[in-house]
């Protein structure tokens, strides 16, 4: 290990928990990156790690397109943890035995201590520990020593104490793994001696006065940024007129798509509270024009994109000597991602402020770009941004659109936004508004025979989409209790005209999506 490296360095192998990973290192207060398994070998030595993880991944080693990376890893001389496909790689690269399992093991199970371990100081001697694998090591390495194992008599870990590399079955960096944290500190701080470097407050200190040089190089410069009324956008967007001031000129377009009241409410906030310098665009006609006779989810999206692109390069054009543009970008827009299933072919076409095209010739300012979004979340605090903003669920850069399934119309834009203050006031009254990841109404352009004070009705249709997620990619429904879906569809229906049916939707990501179109 060369001399003052204390950066940790996950490879990546296609987990969906891999971000977790790098989360929960960074939590621990040291600062890490991810590299997907297809990097050089210079580029790993590069980064000069203190110690490398291997995570995680939904293949076996034996698949024909197994993500494999050269045992030449392991001559970079630091200390290895490898989890999950990770440390089934370590047996496959070093000459042990992996099988296909006779049951696949998911889930709980209880981890049975076989020897006394560095990793597992502080443990208890039969620890819950969460599984997901279908093959299993039947034989370590040689040298490598069996630590434990699952209650099924499978290897649950093994280590080469004296070359420092380690394998854990299972996912330390699940909640579920109760002592799963201790395990990763004891490999971060015991094993590897990493030193503690990553401090949110310093990141804000530094970040300010990084900013303050670069543009203030030139007293004409200005910089321009993008609205959205997010979270990312909005500490990016802070966190540079700390730095500038009144020189960062923001930019919020109400697109029209926007929850009830919501672009009045932000651009007061922004102006008032966050003292922003803020231009409001008001281009909510525009945007339902464009949209007008569009049923296509693919050509709406692409509409939208493009018109808030027009529209902000205008409002660009008209401020002067606007070199830099500011935008949210975070970590996980940055990282080379491992394809976790499926091909690579686009499934929605995204459209999100943080994007705006290159082609504009404006350098980039990218404050969040090395931090996951609950570290944008706390450094949004650290800059006294309220909960409102902070707190918010995701929101999907064509906003309502994409939730009228079908063509948009003002009419089913309103029935939209009632059902949308209902969804959001019954699921922030119970308490579960920053427990799920997204839940909103979608319109479905269906109608249904009903009845009403014993009329017949023939009116529209809302689905409920509410889902548990961890990071947008997969998700699965939330377990809603009825008593709250109750009372959610029986407001819409009475509150909401135009509307007498309430379906909730069960399904999980993949194979749906999160939003319908
Ligand atoms: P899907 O529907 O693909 O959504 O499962 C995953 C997450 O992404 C959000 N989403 C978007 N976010 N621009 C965005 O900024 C978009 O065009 C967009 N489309 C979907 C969605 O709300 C969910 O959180």
Redesign the pocket.
Known sequence: MKLNSSKVLIIDFGSQYTQLIARKVRESGIYCEIYPFSSRIDKIKDFNPAAIILSGGPSSVYDKDAPLISDEIFKIDVPFLGICYGMQLIAYLLSGEVKPAKNREYGYSKLEIAQKSKLFAGCGDDEPVWMSHGDIIVLPPNNFTVTSKTENGNIASFENEEKKIYGLQFHPEVAHTICGHKILNNFLFDIAEVKKNWRLSDFVEDKIKEIKTEISSDSNNNAICAL?G?VDSTVAAVLVSRAIGDKLVCIFVDNGLLRENEARDVFKFYKENLSLNVKLVRAGKIFLSALKGINDPEKK?KI??KLFIDIFEKEADKIKNAKFLVQGTLYPDVIESVPVYGSSSI?????????LPKKFNFKLIEPLRELFKDEVRLIGKKLNIPDAIIER??????GLA?RVIGEVTESSLKMLRKADTIVTEEIKKNNLYNKI??SFPVIIPVKTVGVMGDKRSYESLIAIRA?T?LD??T?DFAKLDYDILRQISSRIISEVKGVNRVVYDISS?PP??????
Not at 512 to 517: A, D, K, L, Q, Y
């Open positions: 959205s997010g999206r939208i994109g499934i929605k076409s995204h459209h999100n402020v943080g994007g669920q995701p929101f999907p850069g064509p994409i990841w997204q889902v997620s947008g990619m998700a990501k749906s999506t999160i939003e319908w179109e």
